[in-house]
């Protein structure tokens, strides 16, 4: 499974991102609406949802509110007479909310698109810039000098959005 960050902040406050894997992440929203201690006895599929046969882990007088807040209910896609559910903070983990993760050349963009959003690993900051056998950015907007940004992790193309129609 792929990796994705969450952001920690240590006993002095510092805050730096942890690599996770697409499991990690999806027993960490589980952990959210379950409890960490509780967490392990849930059973789910490559997407993170889940048949709760855990119930009883959760109060009755909270099932409610919780299903409202916390989770999606859905039926299943293999077992249609089936119902799963998912916390509702995993939403877009299917297509990693539209990011392209490189994990090799492979993954590294092919056609001359001219914008991309690039996500470099370690900061809390994304960039707009180009693909160029090599990651390009603007500093000031579309000015000034290009660089060449290191430690892209993740890209996605940016789409011009439709102007007014009124």
């Not at 709760?52 to 299943?76: T, V």
């Not at 877009?92 to 001359?112: A, F, Q, R, V």
Request: proline letters at 5%; a positive charge.
């Amino acid at each position: 499974m792929g990796e994705a960050t969450t952001t920690i902040a240590d006993p002095d406050g510092i805050i730096y991102l942890k690599r996770m894997t697409k499991e990690e992440k999806i027993k960490e929203a589980w952990a959210d609406v379950v409890g960490l201690i509780n967490v392990d006895q849930i059973r789910f599929d490559e997407n993170g949802y889940s048949d709760f046969k855990c119930k009883k882990l959760i109060p009755a007088h909270s099932w409610d509110r919780l299903l409202e807040s916390r989770l999606k209910q859905s039926k299943s896609k293999l077992e249609s007479d089936k119902i799963v559910y998912r916390p509702k903070g995993l939403k877009g983990l299917e297509k990693n909310n539209g990011w392209i993760k490189i994990e090799s050349d492979k993954d590294l963009p092919t056609d001359k698109i001219p914008c991309y959003r690039m996500y470099v690993e370690g900061l809390k900051k994304a960039f707009n810039g180009f693909w160029d056998g090599c990651w390009c950015y603007y500093p000031d907007g579309k000015t000034g000098g290009i660089y060449e940004l290191k430690g892209v992790s993740h890209y996605k193309i940016l789409t011009e959005e439709p102007k007014p129609i009124y």
